[in-house]
């Protein structure tokens, strides 16, 4: 875990002397905060995160704080750090960090003219949480490929990824999993956006124990955008199955973002 750390805090301090670098004099295009949908803009912002589901093992709680920087006009670094809390059926509990991700996007596209954006990425799970005790403990590397347009005072985003687990120790297969998703926002009111999400997950590969594999899970999320003043903006929504292949029958989302 140590060193996990150190080599974070070492990523971070060599990429700093090129954020003075992320400025882009460009007008920026910006769209609603979606709860589960990447978004295609190059951000600059300090985000705490929270949700909570519940599935057939138990109750399972995360928080999660995040820094989104520019290093590149068109390239951003994003760094989620995670505690995670499990209440399971059992009547054992757990909590502890989870899993670290950093992820990397770039914007392939801008168009200021078709209010349009298309950027790609790819995001790494490094495993520093305790798998032992149900924290995480997964490393894995998701590439993944994001759009947005405004459509007068629609926003439309739309997602695709593929996650591929790394972790060396796993017997049998490792699981693989597609997931797609489209979000819609309303920006017509002032002061507070409602969307609408469609979310799909679909795993490929992989011996998990939820009878999962070549089912593809389908999940609604509706919620709202409340701008709080100057560069707030909390989003909260609740994510519900609609098929029967599921991993959580419902999931509760909720941020808070400062732009800085």
């Known amino acids: 875990m140590a060193r996990i750390r150190g080599a974070l805090t070492a990523l971070i301090l060599a990429l700093s002397p090129v954020i003075a670098f992320g400025a882009d004099d460009e007008p920026s295009l910006e769209f609603f905060y979606p709860l589960v949908t990447r978004r295609p803009v190059i951000e600059r912002e300090l985000e705490f995160r929270g949700r909570h589901d519940k599935g057939h093992e138990g109750r399972r709680s995360e928080l999660a704080a995040a820094l989104e920087l520019p290093l590149l006009p068109r390239w951003q670094l994003e760094l989620e750090v995670p505690a995670i809390f499990i209440d399971s059926r059992e009547g054992k509990g757990a909590a502890g960090p989870g899993d670290v991700e950093v992820q990397n996007k770039f914007l392939l596209l801008k168009s200021i003219e078709h209010r349009a954006l298309l950027a790609t990425g790819f995001e790494l799970r490094l495993p520093s949480g305790s ?7 997964e490393a894995a590397v998701e590439p993944f490929l994001v759009a ?8 439309l985003l739309g997602e695709a990824s593929y996650e591929w687990n790394v972790n060396a120790h796993v017997q049998g ?9 489209v979000a819609v926002g309303y920006r017509g009111f002032r002061g507070f956006t409602p969307l609408v999400e469609l979310l799909t997950v679909s795993q490929t590969r992989g011996d998990g124990n939820e009878g999962l594999r070549g089912k593809t899970q389908v999940y609604v999320v509706p919620g709202l955008n409340r701008r709080l003043g100057p560069g707030t903006t909390a989003r909260f929504g609740v994510q519900l199955p609609v098929a029967d292949a599921r991993r959580a029958d419902y999931v509760l989302h909720g941020g808070l973002v400062w732009e800085f």
Do not use: M, Y
Not at 173 to 181: C, D, K, N, P, S
């Open 131 to 137: 798998e032992r005790r149900g924290l995480g403990g």
């Open 148 to 155: 947005g347009i405004a459509l007068g005072d629609f926003d």
């Open 173 to 181: 297969e490792r699981e693989q999993v597609l997931t797609t998703g």
